[in-house]
């Protein structure tokens, strides 16, 4: 049985930092690329970043690049996004997500049907 656990969302203040955790079991962790998404209420789930099987290439979208990592630790079967300068629109569920579909650019691993496995997420608030 596949999981994947999220860990590490809570309040914090504009300009603050988080760090979220996604710990993953039940899968070969190696064999499948990795990504964060986030959903808002009353607004769709968009994508915020995603990492390859081998940590070698990283995607972020726009509305975060410059201010989140994300980076792996294939080891210990975890993912993680770091989260510096964060904003109140920022504030949201994040869910860590596992897919092994073949891609090869940003929009493919952009898309939220590639990924089969996800995690149920943690609340992140950014207070003004």
Do not use: H
Request: glycine share 10%; with cysteine.
């Amino acid at each position: 049985q596949v999981q994947l656990v999220e860990s590490g969302g809570g309040l914090v203040q504009a300009g603050g930092s988080l760090r979220l955790s996604c710990a993953a079991s039940g899968l070969a962790f190696d064999n499948y690329a990795m990504g964060w998404f986030r959903q808002a209420p009353g607004k769709e789930r968009e994508f915020v970043a995603a990492i390859r099987w081998s940590g070698s290439t990283t995607y972020y979208a726009d509305s975060v690049k410059g201010r989140f990592t994300i980076s792996r630790d294939n080891a210990k079967n975890t993912v993680y996004l770091q989260m510096n300068s964060l904003k109140p629109e920022d504030t949201a569920v994040y869910k860590c997500a596992a897919q092994n579909t073949l891609c090869s650019s940003y929009d493919c691993y952009a898309t939220r049907a590639r990924y089969y496995y996800w995690g149920q997420g943690t609340q992140v608030t950014v207070s003004s």
